[in-house]
């Protein structure tokens, strides 16, 4: 079965919503994760289920929700044959509980446990997700959403999280186990035939007339980038990456980068017994990736207009003129020119490299081990400014841990509204400057979420002392 058999199946399920687990009043729930190989029914009753790996053997994994100010405390338990471990992906935390098997904590060998424990000093939507062997892992199922509910959320009828992912599924709806092929290596990452929501393909959800819903959108593929439309629905952003944006309306398709996430409010303008299609057009075929069907009964007559502005973020604002500026270009990969780079401190032509498995370079560094020497090395506290600069022909989502970034400037046009992230996506020939204030001491990584470049070579480290 190929891609396009997949798009055009039609499957009708009821969407199940995962309930969150409940919260305790005072104090913090503790959380148990176990990693482990389950079945899931990915496409559909008409076909078999897909032998999956998932957190408490769901994909996505059990959500872990918690209110902000309270902690997170999280006990893995192996039950996988092979190593693993758990990243907070855009969690401001502590370099030791950043779950970077290697860098930050040995693997979480099978049978054996790990207890993660930290507070998340902002509120958002965030993810969680293996740390090792991440193209292989992840694309198994192994994620999961992290969400910090804010003290005053806005007023919604429902709170929704859509983990967005794609499969790459053979015709017995198995997985393809062709992880970290050569190809998607050096192209655009491994991109599945199958994309789902919640790890179901072409679901349907119900809604009503009137309805207000936050929808929590959290990109987990491997590699797909997302732009979606909502049909004839105006969503309004209110947060990018976990972080609170001043809230706009759009018609434009909302793109979510791979490990990217948006928040959106939306109001059902709908008509009750109407259906409307969510498309993706970030690629060359548009497809649907969701549906939205009216009741026949409105909840109401017009959508609510309560506020739905966030309380501003609490991050460090970057001293610009006493930064640290950098600048990081990215290249290699088919297409591009890059003719030589330095593998383990050695210049070699790219023919050698990639006779290695590498084929990307960050400042002509590969980025090919977690203990290199650091891209940036700076002191606790010290303001950076970082311009990107994608010399290649994909797009790359730019991920740094333990902080986030203030997006200032794309193409050398300062945005009028510039606004946090932790996994900004650069296009093809495109520039950012982002500046941070490495207020969080520890060896981070930076490395493109494409899990296939990462292992390629797109990778590298920020240290903060
Ligand atoms: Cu979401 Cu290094 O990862
Ligand atoms: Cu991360
Ligand atoms: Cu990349």
């Known amino acids: 079965m190929n891609r396009r058999t997949f798009l055009q199946l039609s499957t009708i399920s009821a969407c199940i919503g995962k309930l969150p687990i409940a919260l305790a009043k005072s104090a913090a729930p503790t959380f148990t994760l176990t990693p482990k190989k389950a079945q899931m029914n990915i496409v559909g009753a008409e076909f078999p289920a897909t032998d999956i ?38 969690i ?95 192209h655009a990452g491994r991109i599945g035939n199958v994309p789902t929501v919640n790890g179901r393909f072409r679901d349907v959800i119900g809604v009503q007339s009137g309805e207000r819903i936050r929808l929590r959108l959290i990109n987990a593929s491997n590699a797909r980038n997302f732009s979606l439309s909502f049909g004839e629905l105006t969503p309004s952003v209110i947060a990018i990456d976990g972080q609170a944006v001043k809230p706009y309306q759009t018609k434009k398709p909302i793109v979510v980068g791979a490990s990217g996430r948006v928040d959106l409010i939306l109001d059902m303008t709908g008509e009750p017994g109407s259906s409307h299609t969510v498309t993706d057009s970030f690629y060359r075929q548009t497809y649907n990736l969701i549906r939205l069907e009216f009741a026949d009964k409105p909840l109401r007559e017009s959508p609510l207009d309560t506020p739905i502005t966030l309380a501003k973020p609490t991050i460090p604002e970057p001293d610009l003129s006493n930064a640290l500026k950098l600048e990081v270009t990215m290249a290699g990969g088919a ?38 020497p650091p891209l940036i090395d700076t002191n606790k506290g010290q303001s950076v400014q970082l311009t990107l600069v994608n010399n290649t022909a994909f797009p790359h989502p730019m991920h740094l841990h333990g902080h986030h970034m203030k997006l200032l400037s794309v193409d050398g046009q300062a945005l009028a509204e510039p606004y946090w992230v932790d996994s900004p996506l650069l296009m093809p020939r495109q520039t950012m400057t982002l500046a941070f204030v490495a207020d969080n001491p520890g060896d981070w990584l930076f490395h493109c979420h494409v899990l296939e470049h990462h292992a390629a070579g797109l990778g590298a480290l920020v240290r903060v002392t």
Do not use: C
């Open 92 to 186: 401001r935390l502590p370099n030791a509980m950043d779950g970077v098997a290697g860098l930050t904590q040995p693997a979480i060998k099978p049978t054996e446990q790990f207890r993660y424990q930290f507070t998340p000093p902002d509120a958002g939507t965030y993810w969680y997700h293996s740390h090792v062997n991440a193209y292989e892992q992840i694309g198994r199922g192994l994620y999961g959403p992290l969400i910090i509910e804010e003290t005053d959320p806005p007023k919604v009828d429902r709170d929704l999280t859509w983990m967005i992912d794609d499969w790459r599924l053979l015709d017995d709806a198995s997985i393809s186990e062709d992880f970290g092929a050569g190809h998607d290596r050096s």
């Open 335 to 372: 297409m591009s020119g890059l003719q030589r780079a330095k593998l383990n401190g050695e210049w070699m032509g790219l023919r050698e490299i990639a006779q290695q498995g590498y084929v990307w370079a960050m400042n002509d560094i590969v980025g090919n081990k977690l203990d290199m």
């Open 53 to 90: 790996w998932g957190f408490n053997g769901e994909v996505p994994g059990t959500p872990i929700r918690i209110r902000h100010g309270q902690a997170v405390d999280v006990t893995v338990s192996n039950a996988l044959e092979v190593p693993t471990s758990i990243h907070w992906h855009g």
